[in-house]
Structure formats: C-alpha cells, structure tokens
C-alpha cells in the first residue's frame, strides 16, 4: 500500500486526491490545504495540515502529489523527494529551467520516481495523434493553441495562476509536450509577442501571448493562448500536425465553451490527410477529466511498482519547458531566444 500526501486541493489537487482516494493500491495519510479545510465529502477523515513541511515530517509519505502554485512546485518536489518519497508534480514542473534541472537531478541522485502532470500522455486519442503523426514522419508544421472566455470565478482562477505564471506557460506545456513526443529533435530558437489586454493584472503580466519555435531537424511549431473575458471564441482550439507526407488535425464538431475543462482535452476525431485521401478516425467514448487524473495517478503508482524508467519523460519535462520559458522571456525583452541542450 502506498501511503499519498497531497499537497494543494484546487482544481487539480482535488481531482488526484479524489484518484488515490478511490484506488485501492493507495492510502492517503495527508492533505495539504492552506485554510485547513476540505470540504469534498469524500475526503473527510483524512488529517488536514495547512504547513507543506509539516504534513511532510508527520505523514512520511511513499508518494507525494504537488498540485500548488507554480512557484512552489520545485523546491516541494525536491524535499519530498530528499524525504524519501517518490513524487508527481502538476504542471508546469518549475518556474525557471535551472530549478526544473535540479528536480530531474535530485529525481536521478535520489533512485526516486518524478512524474511531471502531463494530463495528455494518458489520453488515448492525444497518444493516437501522436502515433499517426510519428507515422507520416517530418519535419512536421506544430499548429496549436487554447484560448478561454473566462469569466467569474474562472477569470478569478486565471488571475491568480497569473501572479506566477503567463497562460503560454502555464497551457503551453502540454502541448509543446505533444511536439516532443512526435519529434525527436531539439529546439533551437524562440520568438514569442504578447499583450496585456486587461488592468486587473500586474503591469509585468501579459493574458495573450503567441510564440514560434524551431527545431533542429527543420521542425517549426506554433502555440497561442489567452485567458480573460476579452478573448474570442473563433478558432479556440486548433490542433494540427502537418508534414511532407500530409497531417493529421483534431476534428470536433462542438467543443462547448472555451473555458470548459473537458473540452481542453476532448478529441472525438482525428482527421489524418494524405495527397491520396483523408481518413476520419472516430474516437468514441472520451475520457473525462476525473477519468484522466486517475489513469495520471495509476501510472504514477505503477511507475513506482514497476520501475518503470522515466528518462525520457524526464527530459522532455525539461525541454518543453525550456521553449514555453524561452517564449515567454522573448515576449518580456522583445527579442528571439536560442535555446541550448536543456536536459542534463
């Protein structure tokens, strides 16, 4: 049985701990919330701390979950792990590629399992992309964005990710994931441009950014996001995949609303294009967000069980984060980033 700390209880947080609540291989023996209250009545019972360390020296954990702010996310990872427990950490796995490097390093030194929260490598029609994408083969055209509507409390969500984190970053990860996933290759530059459309965040911040990467092996990419109230909800979620040989695009004929969780990940269709023809693939029966926190926390349980190795994961953790970072500092300084080697 594999004892779980869950540190953070927002969006995320609840959804792992409500995963590990309902596995049977796990026992959570503690949450992490800064009121010191869980409200989910499935929850209830479980010792409730509101210090992060604390819970860490009382609970002695196997696994912890780190669902917290941005800017917390490697420093916890790094105790956790110093502490003994393996670790699964949400999105994006830190705020600088120096302290994402330390967490891999502290990952390898330790002999401890680090799974970044990737919500797309467990969708099976986010995987299947990926296969009829590697199929056609490159250099591929990346052709992506998520853009949200938000309003009330969303918005208020949105701001508050902002204090730490652009939406390019924060999103961005995921699917410049997907990228490294379909190609092998390292990125070599960044250009990003953004604008802060909204006075309800800091001067420094911006709630619309778009950026430009290449890769190596002649691979360039694509990446747009917003958030706010102000945003559009044309063209929200495109998702292509182009090469010499053709593309394959999610296809979805209603998506809901911009701000809807589910839709984030919802494929129903993938439409692969060749000079010859095209074929619809239908992909029925899609997995919901809770589905996908708890297909997450299975394979973090498993990756402990089965040793499974995480190298690779690893290292594109770091890579896909090294682009949304290197975009978001190009956006800031108004010049083009050249990317090194990231992983160490």
Sequence with gaps: MTRVLVAGLGNMGLSHALAHHRQDAAEIVGLVNRSGVVKHPELAGYPVFTDFREALATAQPDLVVIATYSDTHADYAVEAMEAGAHVFVEKPLATTVADAQRVVACARQTGRKLVVGYILRHH??????????????????????????????????????????????DCGVHYVDVWCQITDAEPVKVHGMGLRLSDEIATDMYNYGQFQVSFDDGSVGWYEAGWGPMMSETAFFVKDVVSPAGSVSIVEDDKGASSDVDGHTRVGGLLVHRPDGDNRIDLPGEPGHQDLCDAEQAYMLRAISEDIDLTRHMQDAVKSLAICLAADESIRTGQSVTLKEQTP
């Design 124 to 169: 099976p029609s986010w995987v299947r992309l990926i296969e009829e994408a590697r199929k056609l083969g490159g250099p591929y055209v990346f052709r992506m964005n998520l853009n949200q509507q938000s309003s009330g409390a969303e918005w208020e969500t949105h701001k508050a990710l902002m204090e730490t984190t652009a939406p390019i970053v």
